[in-house]
């Protein structure tokens, strides 16, 4: 899978939902002026018995009648619409909530739920995306589970109590597996806004429920055997103006009902269009991912083979049927239109040979062996750093990862997260434990004496912290550096949900603790960028994707040659950059020409990053090929040279496995 490509897709995709969702509004206005239309008729029907009233005719056709129902039809999508995409603004976590779901705490002891986290991590570390919350739906007792997210950087993953009950580890790992195709994909954005669309088209029916109880209920009321409306009684043979209006209104009502049933059938065409091919394509990746078929197949086969297979009886569950794993409502109308392909279809992709039995194996607590212990090596500074051992890595194939799973980087991933030692995989998921944490790894980044760096952690915590902090320091020191960073990740996730205390006065202190030797670095600077985009996650749409698709307006072509610059000065070490930057650029399409170099300083970076972050995958793509050049021009990558790589990557929010090695 291209990630790059991935995105744009997503991108596109989005286009096409805004068309099906046109072409539905402009149905429904046709629908609701027939319906006005014909209430007139009724109307006047009654007062004149011919349709007229004097000498008038209703006409089929009127401007102002046309303009007017089109105004209140788009009125009333339109505000249903803005509606729900305003209170889904908080991204993944507001929709898990939206559908009665319930964030898990990180520092639960629940084995079930435990091991729920787990595979999530795993899943999080192999790809090199944030780890994302993970939400319960208890309500639930089917099978079931989706990832949600304006993009990879606030994604959530849900699954169902039923699922937690009667998977496997392995079909639980095959599920997540599912749904971080969807992220990596970046089909989370899409669904949310597709949630939205959803919900304006079908708030036809709700208005005309509303409507329903307005009339009847409010003006409708039964009084001395005959009907009141507006005060005004009706004449015995319904002939009257009186009468007349109310069997219009209600003419109108009934066939705007039956409209908003046509509203939804729009919205299941439109979530069906968007859908079904996306499930086999997350399947297939799935697959890919775990290299296991029959965990993703033993879950789809579980499911089959249930009482209530993936039925979800959350309320809100219609509108966001798209994004589950299986799914989740009861069909009251042709498969033909469901959210997704049929279940044994699906099991047929991933096992061809499967004989339709669903011949299931006992779900029985599953654990991950940890390694072997070996020989912990000297305390080392630096989560980079050459001597490590590491093969040399092809710079390509490392591009070539960005926004994708193999099974060897989720069985590196495994072994990642089990070099973390226990007792600090468990402090990790407390909020002071996971602060000390954090600062740890900020200090074992740092070449600088410890004595300038414990000076400044001393001033900000507290005496009786500082034992934590040093036990802490000690541990990341012990660990390998590819489990550094994922132990930032786990970190950094625990304050998320946690984070009541707040995090703003503790930036002041990360800044200091890298700037302490007065020479911030690259790798410095996208690692402090890195934490506090993790740290500020979740609040609301994600900058990038689609901004300046094929344009390099000017603070774009300054942004990038800031970022190629201090590549080709800081990482390359070149003698004369802006002639390596050119020939960098120089077989890039979308860059050739276009790039402007000046000399800058590092810290000029954080700056530069937030312009690109706002540009199409298909520049950012292109740039990091140019940085590659930059430091790739002996034909290999040093290992410190490829970390450097990956978190500039990271920075860039394209997610990138991890490399391997110590």
């Not at 995306?129 to 589970?145: F, H, K, T, W």
């Not at 509303?210 to 409306?229: E, P």
């Not at 997260?417 to 434990?433: E, M, Q, T, Y």
Request: glycine content about 10%; charged content about 20%; some cysteine.
């Amino acid at each position: 899978m291209d990630f790059f490509q991935a995105q744009d897709n997503a991108v596109r995709k989005t286009k096409l939902l805004v068309f099906y969702y046109v072409m539905a509004v402009i149905m429904i206005v046709i629908s609701v002026y027939a319906a006005v239309t014909i209430g007139y008729m009724v109307y006047y029907s009654q007062l004149g018995g011919d349709g007229s009233y004097g000498s008038y005719q209703v006409p089929l056709w009127s401007t102002v009648r046309f303009l007017i129902t089109a105004a209140a039809v788009c009125l009333v999508v339109g505000m249903g619409t803005l509606f729900r995409v305003v209170a889904l603004r908080g991204g993944g976590s507001a929709v898990a909530s939206s559908l009665g779901g319930k964030a898990i705490d990180r520092d639960t002891r629940d084995p079930k739920l435990r091991q729920l986290l787990n595979v999530v991590d795993e899943m999080a570390i192999a790809s090199g995306v944030p780890v994302p919350e993970v939400y319960i739906l208890p309500g639930e007792a089917s099978i079931n589970a989706f990832a949600a997210g304006w993009g990879t950087d606030d994604a959530v993953i849900a699954v169902s109590g039923g699922a937690l009950e009667k998977l496997t580890r392995d079909e639980l790992q095959g599920v997540v597996a599912h749904e971080y195709s969807h992220i990596l994909n970046g089909d989370c954005r899409m669904n949310i806004r597709l949630m939205g669309l959803i919900f304006g088209i079908m708030m036809l029916t709700i208005f005309a429920r509303l409507m329903r109880y307005m009339v009847f209920a409010g003006s409708g009321r039964r009084h001395g055997g005959g009907y009141v409306g507006g005060g005004r009684r009706s004449s015995s043979d319904g002939k009257g103006s009186g009468g007349a209006l109310i069997l219009a209104i209600f003419v109108v009502i009934i066939l705007v009902t039956i409209i908003g049933f046509i509203g939804t059938f729009f919205g299941r065409l439109i979530q069906a269009a968007i859908s079904r091919q996306r499930e086999y394509l997350a399947d297939a990746s799935a697959v890919q991912f775990t290299r296991n078929p029959d965990g993703i197949s033993g879950a789809l086969k579980r499911i089959a083979a249930g009482d209530n297979h993936a039925v979800l009886q959350h309320p809100n569950a219609s509108e966001a049927a798209h994004m589950f794993f299986a799914d989740g409502l009861r069909r009251s109308f042709s498969s033909a239109f469901s959210t997704h392909p049929p279940l044994n279809d699906r099991i047929l992709k991933i096992q061809p040979g499967w004989d339709g039995k669903f011949d299931l194996k006992p779900v029985r607590p599953r654990t991950v062996a940890k390694p072997e212990p070996e020989e912990k090596p000297a305390p080392s500074r630096g989560i980079i750093g050459g001597g490590t051992g590491m093969e040399k890595i092809q710079a390509m194939a490392i591009l070539g990862a960005i926004g994708t799973i193999s099974s060897g980087s989720l069985e590196n991933a495994r072994s990642i997260k089990a070099a973390i030692p226990d007792s600090f995989d468990d402090s990790l998921r407390s909020s002071r434990g996971a602060l000390y944490g954090l600062m740890a790894l900020v200090m074992a980044d740092n070449e600088e004496d410890d004595a300038k760096q414990w000076k400044l952690v001393e001033s900000v915590f507290e005496p009786e912290e500082m034992p934590h902090l040093r036990e802490a320091e000690a541990t990341v020191l012990q660990m390998k550096r590819s489990a550094r960073l994922a132990a930032l990740e786990l970190a950094t996730t625990t304050l998320v949900q946690k984070g009541g205390f707040g995090m703003d006065q503790y930036y002041d202190l990360i800044d200091r603790l890298i700037e302490v030797d007065q020479n911030t670095t690259l790798f410095e600077v996208c690692m402090r960028r890195i934490i506090r985009e993790r740290l500020n996650r979740g609040g609301g749409q994600p900058r990038g994707g689609g901004a300046n698709y094929m344009t390099i307006p000017p603070k774009v072509a300054e942004a990038l040659g800031t970022v190629l610059m201090v590549v080709a000065r800081d990482a390359s070490g070149a003698e004369d950059p802006k002639a390596l930057v050119e020939k960098a650029t120089n077989g890039l399409y979308l860059l050739k020409g276009k790039v402007k170099t000046v000399d800058v300083e590092t810290s000029s970076l954080d700056e530069a990053l937030d312009i690109l972050q706002e540009t199409s995958f298909a520049i950012r793509a292109q740039l990091l090929r140019a940085v590659v050049a930059c430091i790739n021009e002996d034909g290999q990558l040093e290992p410190s040279e490829a970390e450097v790589l990956r978190m500039l990557a990271l920075a860039l929010q394209c997610p990138v496995p991890p490399l391997g090695g110590d």
